[in-house]
């Protein structure tokens, strides 16, 4: 019975993470997700409101990881790719009712290929966390990552003004410049919400793109070390 016991050790803790508080949390979003995009196009609101609330999950999962002290890697790659693949469907979906259309999907390659890179980079380097800036020498980066609420009003601006672009929006092929400027010329609370979200959207995008000039440049100095090591 106790060798028993010993074998089946490793088998539960393995377990015991997949049961982290935040890890179904993630599960959830998945979910929620699936369910969203399913019916994106016969219920609008709905699909937002179902996007939106796996969003706030996303905080909602990192608060229990630290208040439970259950922080593990499989949850933040599982957070992550959550994130990429949702905001990567909704900027397909946008790429295909607004014109021009490659506007959303070079959106979309900028997201994938600016976090993809931050990832492989952090791991390259032996830091636990791609949130882990500390010795950038880039002030808006740092001020990205060092600040939860600045960071957090970014990626809440840019959900929100993708979920407003998608709710307002009546027809395929229309005018990206041309809704934009509607919007804001109309002078009520809408104007001043995809005034803010486009403030916050604009700093995120100049971020990932930093992001990834960063991770490039760390994945370059690993090759020159790696090829000056005797």
Not at 55 to 70: E, H, L, M, P
Request: glycine share 6%.
């Amino acid at each position: 019975m106790a060798k028993s016991s010993k074998k089946l050790t490793p088998r539960l803790r393995k377990l015991s993470v997949y049961l982290y508080i935040p890890n179904i949390i993630g599960y959830a979003r998945v979910l929620l997700n699936c369910y969203a995009f399913g019916v994106c196009f016969s219920n609008k609101w709905l699909f937002s409101v179902l996007y939106f609330i796996s969003f706030v999950c996303d905080a909602i999962d990192g608060w229990c990881a630290r208040k439970f002290n259950q922080v593990s890697t499989f949850g933040a790659v599982l957070d992550m790719v959550t994130d990429r693949i949702s905001t990567a469907s909704l900027l397909a979906i946008l790429s295909q009712v607004y014109r021009p259309g490659l506007v959303f999907v070079s959106l979309l390659a900028l997201d994938i290929g600016s976090h993809w890179l931050q990832m492989y980079s952090t791991f390259l380097t032996g830091k636990t966390s791609h949130k882990d800036v500390k010795d950038s020498t880039n002030w808006l980066f740092k001020a990205y990552y060092g600040n939860r609420i600045f960071m957090g009003y970014c990626c809440v601006a840019c959900e929100v003004l993708y979920l407003i672009l998608f709710l307002i929006v009546d027809t395929q092929s229309e005018s990206l410049v041309d809704v934009v400027g509607s919007s804001l010329q109309q002078g009520s609370l809408l104007s001043i919400l995809v005034a803010l979200s486009l403030f916050g959207w604009a700093i995120k995008q100049v971020v990932n793109v930093i992001q990834m000039k960063t991770a490039a440049d760390v994945c370059v100095h690993y090759d020159i070390e790696k090829k000056q090591k005797p």
